[in-house]
């Protein structure tokens, strides 16, 4: 988190923020970090940590997204709260691999295959294709073909493709690895 003493210019905080992260990664930690920045100029000196896996966010542009959605649907605010809250009685956001079962059909049918379960509850709302060591980058969400430069072929399911579920847990059929409990990518709820 980006530091809140009063006073300081936003790219001194994110100076700070950005000497914070190369001091972890320096330790060699290898966990998953984000770091929060005030100033949207800084992204552009964050190419070397960005290759090493760190993800940032302007905290600004969220609030300010944020209020535009409020603007336009009134209360919204409360779903986003509920999202953002991993909680025994929340639904979050899951990205697990396409199962092999779905390859080479649409995205449609996905959708369909997941509303029609009866054993857990699954949204199906987005397809990642991101490059390996960089997740959640190119995410096709709600995808019509049509639309924003999305085209039929685009809404076919491949191998190495990521689902992006809102689910209250990780669907039953995305196997969890050693790797991923141990590395702290995967929080379970018990």
């Known amino acids: 988190m980006a530091s809140e003493e009063k006073g300081q210019h936003p790219h001194l905080v994110d100076d700070l923020s950005l ?5 972890v990664l ?3 930690a290898g966990k998953p970090m984000v770091v929060e920045l005030r100033d949207p100029r800084t992204l552009e000196e964050v190419g070397a940590l960005e290759d090493a896996g760190v993800e940032f966010i302007l905290s600004r542009e969220y609030g300010e997204g944020l209020i535009a959605q ?3 649907n ?3 605010t409360g779903v986003f709260e509920r999202l953002l809250t991993f909680a025994q009685d929340t639904s979050e956001f899951y990205s697990v691999p396409a199962p092999p079962d779905l390859w080479g059909k649409s995205f449609y049918s996905g959708r369909l295959k997941f509303l029609e379960s009866d054993s857990e509850a699954l949204i199906l709302v987005g397809i990642d294709r991101s490059p390996p060591g960089k997740p959640h980058t190119k995410l096709l969400l ?3 073909p049509g639309h924003s430069g999305v085209s039929e072929d685009d809404l076919i399911l491949r191998e190495g493709d990521g689902l992006l579920f809102i ?3 990780r669907p039953s ?3 969890t690895t050693k790797e991923e409990l141990w ?6 709820r018990s």
């Open 167 to 169: 689910a209250e847990e």
């Open 183 to 188: 590395s702290g990518s995967i929080l379970p």
């Open 74 to 76: 009134p209360g919204v």
């Open 173 to 175: 059929f995305a196997l």
């Open 26 to 28: 320096g330790r060699g």
């Open 142 to 144: 709600n995808p019509v």
């Open 19 to 23: 000497m914070r992260a190369i001091a």
């Open 70 to 72: 409020a603007v336009l």
